[in-house]
């Protein structure tokens, strides 16, 4: 099931590229999995973590996952999917809500995508600085308020210690970024 989501995923995002970067849009997805992985997550929630933009930035749909994956891994995909027919702002919002009442596995995998734009931002800061907020739909402070947004709900309904290690990892990226 997970090669077969992986497999899915490359084919869906075949000849997309990552905004600064240039690099091959699968490298992002195939990090969110490797993260759910690593932190011993369900094999419908990794799948997830490779098709987690699959309906939002290809041509297929929930159901077309739902068809392949099952109704689990559907639901958890649909639940992080952003209506890119709304604005930056309301479709941001709308993903802190969501981490705000959450389930743990949707949780996970906001988080885990998060971390990983983060880190890819992080990254690009050492060689673009400053200039890598012009990449994105909205600049700093935007970003600022989001991620920072994000961090202090994502324990909501979810004691600490029960989280998994890239939660911290992810706290601490935020305070590096935008501090």
């Known amino acids: 099931m997970l090669d077969k989501a992986k497999l ?18 699968i490298v992002h997805p195939t990090r969110v999995a490797e993260t759910l992985h690593q932190a011993g997550c369900s094999k419908e ?7 987690h933009d699959v309906v939002e930035d290809t041509d297929y749909t ?15 995909v649909a639940a992080h999917t952003e209506d890119k027919m709304r ?13 705000k009442t959450a389930s743990r596995d949707i949780k ?13 931002t992080e990254e690009e800061m050492k060689t673009k600085g ?11 402070e935007s970003q600022k308020w989001y991620y920072e947004s994000v961090a202090s709900h994502m324990y909501d309904n979810l004691l600490k210690k ?18």
């Open 62 to 76: 929930i159901t077309d996952i739902e068809k392949e994956f099952g109704k689990k891994v559907a639901d958890l």
């Open 162 to 179: 029960d989280a998994p290690e890239f939660f911290k990892t992810y706290e601490e990226a935020v305070l590096r970024v935008f501090t």
């Open 87 to 99: 604005s930056w702002q309301e479709r941001k919002q709308h993903t802190i809500d969501t981490v």
């Open 130 to 140: 400053a200039q890598v907020w012009h990449n994105f739909n909205a600049g700093y």
């Open 8 to 25: 899915f995923a490359e084919k869906a995002h075949e000849g997309q590229v990552r905004k600064g970067t240039g690099k091959p849009y």
């Open 45 to 51: 929630l990794i799948c997830a973590g490779y098709l």
């Open 108 to 120: 996970y995998l906001i988080i885990a995508d998060k971390l990983d734009n983060l880190l890819s």
